[in-house]
Nanobody, 114 residues
Framework: QVQLVESGGGLVQAGGSLRLSCAVS????????IRWHRQPPGKQRELVAR???????NYADTVKGRFTISRDSTRNTVYLQMNSLKPEDTAVYYC????????WGQGTQVTVSS
C-alpha cells in the first residue's frame, strides 16, 4: 500500500526558512513524479512544485527562486526547501504521487507570521 508522510511544518517569521519532508513507501520510488501542493486557508489546493524521476523540476511562479524541491532515492524521500517565506505561504502542504491511483499525504501545517 502506498503511503506518503509529510513532516517539517511549523511556525516561522517572514523571511525565515523551513524544510518539508515527504517519506514515500509502498511504491517504486524511482518511478513517477512527486508533487508538493498547498491549500491556504479558505482557498483551493494549488500546485507548488514537481520533480520527476529524472530530477527535472517545475515550480509555481509564486515560489520560483525561493523554494527548491529535491529527492533522495536512498531515503525514499522528497524535500521542499522553503526560503524567504512570506505570510502568503501560510497553508497546509501536501505531497502527492500517482502510482496506479492518486495518493496524498496527510498534510503538514506551515504558518508564516508577519
Amino acid at each position: 500500500q502506498v503511503q506518503l508522510v509529510e513532516s517539517g511544518g511549523g511556525l516561522v517569521q517572514a523571511g525565515g526558512s523551513l524544510r518539508l519532508s515527504c517519506a514515500v513507501s509502498g511504491s517504486p520510488f524511482s518511478t513517477g513524479a512527486i508533487r508538493w501542493h498547498r491549500q491556504p486557508p479558505g482557498k483551493q489546493r494549488e500546485l507548488v512544485a514537481r520533480i520527476d524521476s529524472t530530477g527535472r523540476t517545475n515550480y509555481a511562479d509564486t515560489v520560483k527562486g525561493r523554494f527548491t524541491i529535491s529527492r533522495d532515492s536512498t531515503r525514499n524521500t522528497v524535500y521542499l526547501q522553503m526560503n524567504s517565506l512570506k505570510p502568503e505561504d501560510t497553508a497546509v502542504y501536501y505531497c502527492y504521487l500517482y502510482y496506479n491511483g492518486h495518493y496524498w499525504g496527510q498534510g503538514t501545517q506551515v504558518t508564516v507570521s508577519s
